[in-house]
């Protein structure tokens, strides 16, 4: 995927509910139920189901660092 397919595919997906597998570092892997409510340029930002809000950028989509499903 190119970078303004990813860009496209979290506006398109704002305000669903979905969820995130984000590949921290050390192999470390967290898993957290959440919507995108927010998107700009060069970053978009995730509401969790406890109200804390996560943003990342869109070249963590790029290179697998996050995972939507």
Known sequence: ???ND?????KDNQGIFH???FN???NQSEEFVGKIIGVYPAIFT???ENKL??????SDLLINNLEIT
Request: hydrophobic share 50%; no cysteine.
């Open 24 to 26: 921290g570092i050390r």
């Open 46 to 48: 995730i509401e969790l």
């Open 53 to 58: 809000i996560r943003s990342f950028s869109y």
């Open 6 to 10: 990813i860009k496209q595919y979290v």
């Open 1 to 3: 995927m190119m970078l």
């Open 19 to 21: 969820i995130f597998r």
